[in-house]
T-cell receptor
Framework: QQKVQQSPESLSVPEGGMASFNCTSS?????YFWWYRQHSGEGPKALM?????GDKKEGRFTAHLNKASLHVSLHIRDSQPSDSALYFC?????????????FGKGTSLVVHP | EAAVTQSPRNKVAVTGGKVTLSCNQT?????MYWYRQDTGHGLRLIHY???????EKGDIPDGYKASRPSQENFSLILELATPSQTSVYFC??????????????FGEGSKLTVL
């Protein structure tokens, strides 16, 4: 069973719109979450982390974590065509030290003009 | 910016042949990882290392070996390559302490085709 599930598989939003991604862990040991973004032909790059309950905002990106349900979401406001990419959620048992992140299958985002 | 370099970027191998994928990082990170990326599966962890001289099995280690001879270098070895190992392989490094602990820095990927 996939320990980190992401939804939806794909998403299309208009330029200037809001893109929203969901991620749930089935392993209660996974308490620390990262979001990564991968443009075509490149390696994934980290967007932001979230380790505490509630919201965390960085520019146009907002992450939300509910530790009780192990559900984390990512929202991109004012989406731009350059945001078109594959978005991954990654979960770990620890925030540092000896960690081994487990990734979800990803959500493909297309931002159309 | 942290730097992770993979080689080769593209490789065509024959079934039964030996393949070595190399990774070098200049970040001075203790942690290094090998993932493979396949459509419909996302990124899956093959092997990882928490320091020079150590390697650990990830979630899908069968058919792969790893070697970490130094802080900077981490190799993935396919002793007997099979077509099912056709994939894009990503190496990553991560700090185990400090400001960016927990964050992975990925290379650009190595595309392997096994015929």
């Amino acid at each position: 069973q996939q320990k980190v599930q992401q939804s939806p598989e794909s998403l299309s939003v208009p330029e200037g719109g809001m893109a929203s991604f969901n991620c749930t862990s089935s392993d209660r040991n996974f308490q620390y979450f990262w979001w990564y973004r991968q443009h075509s032909g490149e390696g994934p790059k980290a967007l932001m982390s979230i380790f505490s309950d509630g919201d965390k905002k960085e520019g146009r990106f907002t992450a939300h974590l509910n530790k009780a349900s192990l559900h984390v979401s990512l929202h991109i406001r004012d989406s731009q065509p350059s945001d078109s990419a594959l978005y991954f959620c990654a979960a770990s048992e620890t925030s540092g030290g000896n960690y081994k992140p487990t990734f979800g299958k990803g959500t493909s985002l297309v931002v159309h003009p | 910016e942290a730097a992770v370099t993979q080689s080769p970027r593209n490789k065509v191998a024959v079934t039964g042949g030996k393949v070595t994928l190399s990774c070098n990082q200049t970040n001075n990170h203790n942690n290094m990882y090998w993932y493979r990326q396949d459509t419909g599966h996302g990124l899956r962890l093959i092997h990882y290392s928490y320091g020079a001289g150590s390697t650990e099995k990830g979630d899908i280690p069968d058919g792969y070996k790893a070697s970490r001879p130094s802080q900077e270098n981490f190799s993935l070895i396919l002793e007997l390559a099979t077509p099912s190992q056709t994939s894009v392989y990503f190496c990553a490094s991560g700090a185990d302490w400090g400001r960016d602990t927990g964050q992975l820095y990925f290379g650009e990927g190595s595309k392997l085709t096994v015929l």
